[in-house]
């Protein structure tokens, strides 16, 4: 069998090599892997006497024209900067995009000998983020960092960026593929995985919940961030304010739902997606409020009444949406998303399918929460 470029580890040596692509005239001091991602690797490239940089292998499996997620990126860094620079746009406050560090060649991205697949993209200075909330301050902050996301992107007309990523949060298209991989494979049967096949049994009809909402023209594509879970949202470490979004490559046209139902169902479990206390999971209705609080103070001012219709179901549907994902990876042995062990992606559904049971639990106390930000 031959290493598919997804599988090939690089040695520290031809990770300085790859790095040097990205800053040719500075020494690499360090690199080490960085972030949580599920689908690329990404390493924190330390250098003597300058800042250090982000170095990513994108993963050509699940992105497979990936020219076209770094094109993606510049038009939309582009489009912020001059935004962010022409003045008529009013940001209070320090407010960054990444930047795409350029080969000597002018190149956005290098391809290795190996054929792997590398960009080197700036790190935001002087800023963290975390993989849970750590207080309301900081869930105020991630709704106040999409929301500013959402605010400057407003007028990117969605045909200038291509789609990386066809089908990408489309829920039906995973019941789909989740119904083809069943038929194929013989499910070895225990309690968790019963659990799943059960969850997903009983609501036959949430998959459709957005997407028919979109048909029947009530909602409608924008451009989004694709992956705005908490640790994408960087705050300052001095000011602990919202200053960048990072990880765009899903950035595309999409609905903003797809955005803010997964912002809050990454923000408002407190155990994180990869705790292994699955059964203790819980949504935190108050740790929604303080999310979408920050989301309205900058993006009021373009959401439709069908807009705010939509959110309880968007946060319900997307924590559904992500366990459907995991488990049909699980199902199908791991193909998409990085596992450290056979069953990591089961564990990953049952965390989601339980935060999805707690939402629908609190069904009356969420929509009340969504109506009065909506009134005040
Ligand atoms: C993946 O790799 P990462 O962590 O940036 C996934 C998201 C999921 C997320 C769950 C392209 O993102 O959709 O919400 O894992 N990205 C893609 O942690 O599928
Ligand atoms: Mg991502």
């Known amino acids: 069998m031959t290493d598919?470029?997804?599988?090939i580890k690089q040695t520290f040596d031809q990770l300085v090599e790859i790095a040097n692509q990205f800053e040719p005239n500075a020494k690499v001091t360090?690199?080490?892997?960085?972030?949580?991602?599920?689908?690329?690797?990404?390493?924190?490239?330390?250098?003597?006497?300058q800042p250090p940089f982000i170095?990513?292998?994108?993963?050509?499996v699940v992105f497979c024209q990936p020219e076209?997620?770094?094109n993606n990126i510049c038009i939309l860094s582009d489009y912020v900067r001059q935004k962010l620079e022409q003045g008529n746009f009013s940001v209070q406050r320090r407010w960054l995009m990444p930047r795409v560090l350029f080969t000597p060649q002018n190149q956005n991205h290098y391809v290795a000998e190996d054929g792997t697949f590398w960009r080197g993209i700036s790190f935001i200075d002087n800023s963290q983020s975390f993989d849970t909330i750590q207080n309301l301050q900081h869930a105020q902050e991630i709704g106040y960092g999409l929301g500013m996301f959402h605010r400057l992107l407003t007028n990117l007309p969605t045909e200038q960026l291509a789609d990386t990523l066809v089908g990408f949060h489309i829920t039906p298209g995973y019941l789909k593929h989740y119904h083809q991989v069943r038929e194929k494979i013989q499910i070895?049967?225990?309690?968790?995985?019963?659990?799943?096949?059960?969850?997903?049994?009983?609501r036959p009809n949430l998959p459709y919940i957005l997407e028919n909402a979109r048909i029947n023209g009530k909602l409608h594509l924008r451009t989004i961030h694709g992956d705005p879970k908490i640790n994408n949202i960087m705050i300052d470490c001095s000011t602990k304010e919202a200053v960048a979004m990072i990880d765009l490559d899903t950035v595309k046209p999409g609905l903003i739902h797809y955005d803010i139902g997964d912002c809050l169902r990454s923000g408002c479990n407190l155990l994180g997606e990869e705790t292994s206390k699955w059964t203790e999971v819980k949504f935190e209705p108050q740790l929604a409020q303080a999310i979408l609080k920050g989301y309205l103070e900058v993006a009021r001012d373009f959401l439709t009444q069908d807009d705010y219709q939509y959110i309880y179901d968007s946060i319900r549907l997307l924590a559904f949406e992500l366990g459907l994902r995991f488990f049909t990876d699980h199902l199908?042995?791991?193909?998409?998303?990085?596992?450290?062990h056979d069953e990591h992606n089961l564990a990953r559904a049952l965390v989601q399918f339980k935060l999805t049971e707690s939402i629908?639990?609190?069904q009356e106390t969420i929509e009340q929460i969504i109506a009065e930000l909506m009134n005040c």
């Open 4 to 7: 598919q470029p997804e599988t």
């Open 30 to 49: 360090n690199i080490q892997h960085h972030g949580s991602g599920n689908i690329n690797s990404t390493f924190l490239v330390t250098l003597e006497l």
């Open 55 to 60: 170095l990513q292998r994108l993963n050509t």
């Open 68 to 70: 076209l997620v770094m």
């Open 188 to 202: 070895k049967s225990s309690a968790e995985v019963n659990y799943c096949l059960q969850f997903i049994r009983d």
């Open 332 to 340: 199908e042995g791991n193909v998409y998303f990085n596992a450290n």
């Open 360 to 362: 629908e639990s609190q």
